[in-house]
């Protein structure tokens, strides 16, 4: 049936398009309504793009931003999944830590910037920890649900197997919720992401966020427009590959 | 291939239960549910038994602890002479009611999977889920994966995954209930295949009373919950049958003399499920 799926696959296609359209259109609806000068049109938001592109202190901040993020990711997906499988095998951490973790997910990490502030001053570190600190709190919360959720039969099969500690974690829970684990992610790494820039926005000099603080500070609209822009499109990207990821590894599960 | 026993011998006692009794709750001062037993019972070496009983009087729980995947509450178990105690004994295997496949995995690595967990080598592992996938007609299937089967040949997958163990007792809990009538026949021809050509202890858990009275050697028929053994049945069937047996004019009289004694035992759990029921709804 490959023409089928093939058929759905372009009609998912126009779909998304039909939608990018619609966005495209009711921003430049919005543009011409509120005025050039505050709401950035797609047109012009695009052709600052391309004089970022080609300024050089534009790739320092990106780099900037991709560093932290790559190192705010790792940690995050570490200590998530680390926290996530630890909290809910036992039955008590996972009733005592649940509500807690849910009390910090809604939260506004903001409140804590001074004490991250204090801890790790103004720089690198502080950006990172600001972007596991608003990533670590969904992944653990999907993991440790998960974990907390996995079908009886599983444990029982490992035990009819008589499978190790180490086995049972790594061949049979972490298969067993490794789809509702890339929810988690999938949700964790654009908030890490958000972190990382919100917190170069206010504890940085170098980086996307600090540019657009920069921009805002001398009332460059067009910049500013076009840094976020480029933002949402690298969270939809990172969105997008950890879905593809997730369908690649589950082909066969249901 | 497993030698028949020679007249006049003694069975060779392969599992032994005493006095075995498990019970559910009581945490806290909660409820206590009576699951099952006490049950005294020896499982000859190399005999094909089966266990029925009406639904819910802990048929699973029994398999569980005669596993070793529970411990009693109290009583004891044996394995070839040594104590099972709440960790399953090398030489047992089991399949369970539920399927039990692992969606990540397909059909070969399923099978495949006891095996690369027991340090076996890659050479050994890949001549046995061959010849496993092969004995259970999974061939043309290895390479899909679960959700892409029947139930059927899912618990087919299964089955073959404790084969490759070489178990020296099988235990199996209901693993046809999901089929219809005559694929359960079919299976049960291509389970007595395999008892004869592994020549393994097999413990077959059914409610199907024609399935238990065509498989087996002995018959053992549970009372309702807390299940115990009310009788046990010989069939005297030769070693090398099938499904053909249920022709024989013997057939009719060892069901009708298990009947006589799940009829009540039924009539039983169902009044307790009843019983349930309306407790659950007046609350
Ligand atoms: N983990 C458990 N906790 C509490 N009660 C349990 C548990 N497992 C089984 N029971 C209870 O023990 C009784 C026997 O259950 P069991 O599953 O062994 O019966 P069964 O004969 O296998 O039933 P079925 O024919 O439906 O497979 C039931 O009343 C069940 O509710
Ligand atoms: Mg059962």
């Known amino acids: 049936m490959t023409s089928l799926r093939q058929h759905l696959q372009r009609r998912r296609l126009a779909d998304f398009f039909i939608l990018l359209l619609a966005l495209v259109v009711v921003w430049q609806i919005a543009s011409w309504l509120v005025g050039d000068e505050i709401v950035v049109s797609p047109a012009e938001t695009i052709a600052q793009i391309g004089v970022l592109y080609r300024r050089p202190t534009f790739w320092g901040h990106f780099d900037a931003t991709l560093l932290a993020f790559a190192y705010a990711a790792s940690i995050t997906i570490v200590l998530g999944l680390g926290l996530g499988i630890s909290l809910g095998i036992s039955r008590a951490a996972y009733d005592t830590c649940e509500p807690l973790l849910m009390a910090l997910a809604s939260l506004p990490k903001v409140t804590l910037y001074p004490v991250i502030l204090m801890f790790f001053g103004v720089g690198f570190s502080a950006k990172v920890v600001f972007g596991v600190l608003h990533g670590v709190v969904p992944i653990t919360l999907f993991t440790m649900n998960a974990v907390r959720n996995m079908p009886a039969i599983y444990a029982r099969v490992a035990r009819l197997h008589r499978l190790s500690a180490r086995d049972r974690v790594l061949h049979m829970l972490i298969p067993a919720v490794l789809p509702e684990i890339f929810s988690g992610l999938r949700l964790g790494l654009s908030v890490t992401l958000l972190g990382v820039v919100l917190g170069e926005m206010f504890a940085s000099t170098r980086g996307l966020g600090s540019m657009l603080m920069g921009a805002i500070g001398l009332a460059d609209f067009r910049t500013v427009a076009a840094v976020t822009f480029m933002l949402i499109v690298l969270a939809t990207l990172l969105s997008s590959v950890m879905l593809w990821l997730d369908r690649r590894l589950h082909h066969g599960a249901k | ?283």
């Open chain 2, 1 to 283: 291939m497993a030698v028949p026993q020679p007249v006049g011998v003694l069975p060779e006692i392969h599992a032994e239960c005493r006095d075995l009794v498990r019970n559910f709750g009581g945490i806290a001062g909660g409820h206590v549910i009576e699951a099952m037993g006490p049950i005294t019972l020896e499982i000859r070496r190399g005999e094909f038994f089966s266990v029925i009983g009406p639904s819910g009087c802990g048929k699973s729980t029994f398999m569980d602890v005669l596993a070793g995947l529970t411990p009693p509450t109290s009583g004891t178990v044996t394995f070839e002479g040594l104590p099972v105690r709440g960790t399953v004994p090398d030489g047992v295997g089991a399949v369970f009611q539920e399927d039990a496949s692992l969606p990540w995995l397909n059909v070969w690595d399923n099978v495949a999977f006891s095996l690369r967990h027991d340090g076996t080598d890659p050479a050994e592992i890949k001549r046995r889920v061959d010849e496993a996938v092969a004995f259970m007609g999974l061939r043309q299937f290895a390479k899909a994966y679960p959700n892409q089967l029947s139930g059927g040949m899912r618990q087919r997958t299964c089955i073959a995954r404790t084969m490759v163990m070489r178990p020296r007792m099988i235990l199996l809990d209901e693993p046809f209930a999901a089929l219809d009538a005559q694929t359960r026949l079919l299976m049960g021809d291509e389970l007595l295949r395999l008892w004869r050509e592994t020549g393994a202890t097999v413990v077959l858990i059914t409610h199907a009373l024609d399935e238990a009275v065509m498989l087996s050697d002995r018959i053992g028929a549970m009372s309702a919950r807390p299940g115990r053994f009310l009788d046990i049945v010989e069939t005297g069937w030769p070693r090398e049958r099938d499904s053909s047996i249920l022709a024989r004019a013997e057939v009719g009289a060892v069901s009708s003399r298990l009947w006589g004694v799940l009829r009540e035992e039924s009539q039983k759990a169902l009044d307790q499920s009843g019983r349930l029921a309306a407790a659950r709804e007046g609350s």
